[in-house]
Structure formats: structure tokens, C-alpha cells
Nanobody, 116 residues
Framework: QVQLVESGGGLVQPGGSLKLSCVASGMIFSIYTMGWYRQAPGKQRELVARITSAGNTNYADSLKGRFTISRGNAKNTVYLQMNSLEPEDTAVYYC??????????WGKGTLVTVSS
């Protein structure tokens, strides 16, 4: 089992920045990929970005250049730096961990609201 706890969400004005954090605990040695997904009201959950244990990343095409995913030195932490935020980025952001045996784990989410 892997437990994930997100933090860093909140209210930010358009054009502002936020950095989300996610800390994994439990069987962290089994984690292959960590990532961020988001779900806006009335929409399906979508990939934001993910990073493998080797440091390979991929992003949703629409977010490249504004969002950056990274992992901490301890490898059980993943960050999402979000810049130039737009009202359309308002969503609940979920941390995800995928293990080598293709199990998926989710955090409870952190709300990001972009509004003036």
C-alpha cells in the first residue's frame, strides 16, 4: 500500500504561481511513476504531468511551459510548480503513484482556485 498526501493548494490570482507537494509513504520502494492529475467541476479527471523514477517526464500538451513536475531527493516527494495560472486551471489536483505491478494510488486532492 502507498499513501499520498498533497499540500499547497489555495486561492491565487490569474497570472500567479503555486507549488503543490505530494509526499508518499508506505511501500514507496515499489513506486515507478508519480504524477499529478486534475479534475475541474463538471469535467473528467485529466493528466497534468508525471515523472518516472528515472526522471523522465511527460506533460499534458496544453500545459507545457507553464507547469513543471519534479521529484525530491528522497524520491518519495513530487512537486508541481504552476506558473502563469489561468482561471481554467481551477480544479482539484490529485497526486498519483503507480507501482511496478501497475497498481494505482491516489491522494485525496488539493483545491486550486484561480480567481481575481
Amino acid at each position: 500500500q502507498v499513501q499520498l498526501v498533497e499540500s499547497g493548494g489555495g486561492l491565487v490570482q490569474p497570472g500567479g504561481s503555486l507549488k503543490l507537494s505530494c509526499v508518499a509513504s508506505g511501500m514507496i520502494f515499489s513506486i515507478y511513476t508519480m504524477g499529478w492529475y486534475r479534475q475541474a467541476p463538471g469535467k473528467q479527471r485529466e493528466l497534468v504531468a508525471r515523472i518516472t523514477s528515472a526522471g523522465n517526464t511527460n506533460y499534458a500538451d496544453s500545459l507545457k511551459g507553464r507547469f513543471t513536475i519534479s521529484r525530491g531527493n528522497a524520491k518519495n516527494t513530487v512537486y508541481l510548480q504552476m506558473n502563469s495560472l489561468e482561471p481554467e486551471d481551477t480544479a482539484v489536483y490529485y497526486c498519483n503513484a503507480q507501482t511496478g505491478d501497475n497498481m494505482n494510488y491516489w491522494g485525496k486532492g488539493t483545491l486550486v482556485t484561480v480567481s481575481s
